[in-house]
């Protein structure tokens, strides 16, 4: 029996992920506090059961773009603006000319970061925070994906742009040279017509921002996720994946998600809900 080859790399990126993962929460959590909230199931499960209204929020939003999928993409055609010459009208070959002011050395770094990084940052937060005293980040952080991949659906039905390394002959398409069936997974959730804005971006800089509001709790998070953040944003324009106005709308998507959901996770009252789970764990 053959095995079809996007289960082999789903089944390798799952393992990749998994490892650095672990390796994350052992050095931003600490055994200590990894140790107490495992040791308490109890605990553990009221927790989850806290934030699971948020949690199954983002799964409703993220499961409906994925299932509709080609609904959304039908819908694009026949509303969506082509804007593939605007971008290149508008940078050229910039995404060209990053290529060739980074080292060649350095193609397996960003085609890495942007493949396990990426997804390590997106993952991380839903787990570490739940070892945090209190959970208000986890949800903003499940509330800011819900408004990040609302709003991108939106955008991606109403924008039709394809990336420089399709757009320009100049640009390589760098990703491919290193993991050439990363595309069957990527194919799995996006289309290459789909990069206003960047999720990358928005996604990480969301990551980004919120570790920077629990800094006090886990510096070594945030120390980490600025060194990733940083590495996925210049990878989507290296590996000629994104324009840099799709970074930029990316970055202002994630800004203003994350201050959205700060906003509705206040008048939810979650704060006081937090102290009664901090309070238990004491």
């Not at 289960?7 to 990749?16: E, K, N, W």
Request: charged share 10%; hydrophobic share 55%.
């Amino acid at each position: 029996m053959v095995v079809p080859p996007v289960v082999v790399v789903a089944s390798v990126f799952v393992v990749v992920v998994a490892a650095l993962l672990v390796a994350t929460l052992v050095l931003c959590v600490g055994s200590a506090r990894l140790r107490e909230l495992s040791t308490s199931p109890k605990l553990l499960r009221s927790r989850v059961r806290a934030v699971s209204p948020y949690a199954g929020l983002l799964a409703a939003v993220f499961g409906a773009r994925m299932v509709f999928r080609e609904q959304f993409w039908a819908l694009s055609e026949a509303i969506g603006y082509q804007m593939t010459g605007v971008f290149y009208a508008i940078e050229g070959d910039l995404a060209a000319q990053v290529q060739t002011l980074i080292p060649d050395i350095a193609a397996p770094y960003f085609a890495s970061v942007y493949m396990f990084g990426y997804a390590l940052v997106v993952i991380a937060p839903l787990v570490l925070y739940l070892f945090a005293d209190s959970l208000r980040h986890l949800k903003t952080v499940l509330l800011a994906y819900t408004i990040n991949y609302a709003v991108a659906t939106v955008l991606y039905t109403l924008v039709i742009a394809r990336g420089p390394r399709i757009a320009s002959s100049s640009t390589q398409g760098i990703i491919q040279e290193f993991f050439p069936y990363f595309t069957l997974l990527t194919g799995q959730v996006n289309s290459p017509r789909n990069v206003f804005p960047s999720l990358h971006t928005s996604l990480a800089v969301t990551v980004l921002v919120v570790a920077v509001l629990t800094r006090n709790e886990f510096p070594r998070w945030l120390s980490l996720t600025t060194v990733l953040t940083t590495s996925i944003v210049v990878s989507t324009v290296y590996l000629g994946i994104h324009w840099f106005i799709d970074l930029a709308a990316g970055v202002c998507l994630a800004v203003a998600s994350v201050w959205l959901a700060h906003q509705l996770n206040g008048r939810a009252g979650s704060q006081r809900q937090d102290e009664t789970i901090s309070t238990a764990t004491e």
